[in-house]
C-alpha cells in the first residue's frame, strides 16, 4: 500500500515499540518520517534502519520550548510536516492507594503534558488559517481510557485526558479553519517494552499469581484471542493519517482484539 505517498509525518517516541513500528510502516507507505525521542541511542538507530527517509531529533514531548525546534527541523530536512503522531508516553501500574504523588505528576507531564503541547504546536504549524496546508494529527490514548481496571487508575486518568483533548482540539480545528483532523487510537494489550513492564507490575502487585494466569485471562478477555502487535496499531493509525480518513475527525478507534467490549 501506498497509501502515505508524499506525507510528511512527525512520531514522538519513536525510538521504541509501537512509535517505531510506525515509523516504519509510514516509511513503506510512501512516507518520509521524523522520529524524536528522549532515547537517543535508539532513536538514531531506528531512523538508521529505516534509511534516508527518515531522520531522528532528540526531543522531550513535555519540553515546551523545544517543539517549535521540532517543526523547524522536519521542515528543513524534508520541506513540510503532514502529520504528527503523539505517540510517547510512560506507563506506571499502582493502586490508587499506593501510587506516590511523583510518579502521578511524572504521568499526567508525559503523557497529558506531551499531547497538550504536541496538539498547542501542532494545530498551530499546521493550520492553514497560519499559512500551513492542513494536516492530521494522531493522539495515542489507551483501552485504559475505556475500562476501569485494577491498577490503571494514574495511568488510565491520562489517557481519558488524551481523549478529551483529542475530541476538542478536533472541534477547536475546524472552528479555527485550520483544516487539520485530530483523532486518537485506544490501543489494547500490544507486545513492547512498555507491556513487559506492566505485566511484571500485575505480577509485584499480586493482581495476578504468575505470567500464565495473566496471558490466560487477556486470551479469555479478548474476542480475537491473541494480544496485539506493534504492527496492528501502525495499520490503523497509517489509515487515520492518510486521505482515506479525509472526513474523519474527532474518533477514537479501539486497537484490541475487541477487548474492551466487554
Ligand atoms: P514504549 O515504552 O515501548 O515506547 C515509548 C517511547 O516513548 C520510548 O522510546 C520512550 O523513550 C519514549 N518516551 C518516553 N518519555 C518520553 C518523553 N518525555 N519525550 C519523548 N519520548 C519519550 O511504549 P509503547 O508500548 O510503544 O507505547 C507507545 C504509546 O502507546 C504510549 O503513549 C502508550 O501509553 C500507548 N499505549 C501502549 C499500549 C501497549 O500495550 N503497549 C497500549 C495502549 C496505549
New binding site residues.
Given amino acids: 500500500p501506498n497509501n502515505l505517498q508524499g506525507k510528511v509525518a512527525i512520531i514522538?517516541?519513536?525510538?521504541?515499540?509501537?512509535?517505531?513500528?510506525i515509523a516504519r510502516d509510514f516509511e513503506h507507505r510512501g512516507a518520509k518520517v521524523f522520529l524524536?525521542?528522549?532515547?537517543d541511542e535508539?532513536?538514531e538507530a531506528t531512523a538508521k534502519e529505516i534509511g534516508s527517509n527518515a531522520a531522528f531529533m532528540h526531543?522531550?514531548?513535555?519540553?515546551e520550548a523545544g517543539w517549535p525546534a521540532v517543526f523547524e527541523q522536519c521542515e528543513a530536512i524534508f520541506g513540510k510536516a503532514d502529520i504528527l503522531i503523539n505517540?510517547?508516553?510512560?506507563?506506571v501500574t499502582a493502586f490508587i492507594t499506593e501510587c506516590e504523588l511523583e510518579d502521578f505528576r511524572k504521568l499526567m507531564?508525559?503523557?497529558v503534558g506531551?499531547v497538550f503541547l504536541g496538539l498547542k504546536h501542532g494545530m498551530k504549524q499546521m493550520s492553514v488559517a497560519n499559512g500551513g496546508k492542513g494536516g492530521a494529527i494522531l493522539n495515542?490514548?489507551?483501552?485504559?481510557h475505556l475500562i476501569a481496571s485494577v491498577g490503571f487508575g494514574p495511568?488510565g486518568a491520562t489517557?481519558s485526558a488524551v481523549d478529551k483533548l483529542t475530541k476538542v482540539a478536533a472541534v477547536e480545528a475546524g472552528a479555527l479553519g485550520a483544516g487539520v483532523r485530530v483523532n486518537c487510537?485506544?490501543?489494547?494489550?500490544?507486545?513492547?517494552?512498555?507491556?513487559d513492564?506492566?505485566g511484571q507490575d500485575l505480577l509485584t502487585m499480586g493482581v495476578f499469581p504468575d505470567a500464565q494466569a495473566l496471558q490466560e485471562y487477556v486470551i479469555a478477555r479478548t474476542p480475537l484471542k491473541r494480544t496485539?502487535t506493534?504492527a496492528d496499531?501502525a495499520k490503523a493509525a497509517a489509515y487515520l493519517c492518510s486521505d482515506e480518513a479525509e472526513f474523519i475527525t474527532g474518533v477514537g478507534m479501539s486497537v484490541d482484539g475487541g477487548m474492551a467490549l466487554g
Avoid at 505517540?87 to 506507563?91: H, K, P, T, Y
Fill in positions: 514522538t517516541g519513536a525510538a521504541n515499540g509501537i512509535g517505531a513500528e524524536t525521542d528522549i532515547a535508539a532513536g526531543h522531550n514531548v513535555s519540553d505517540n510517547a508516553g510512560i506507563e507531564d508525559v503523557n506531551g495515542l490514548s489507551s483501552m485504559a495511568y489517557k487510537l485506544y490501543p489494547g494489550i500490544i507486545d513492547t517494552g512498555m507491556q513492564k506492566l496485539g506493534p496499531v
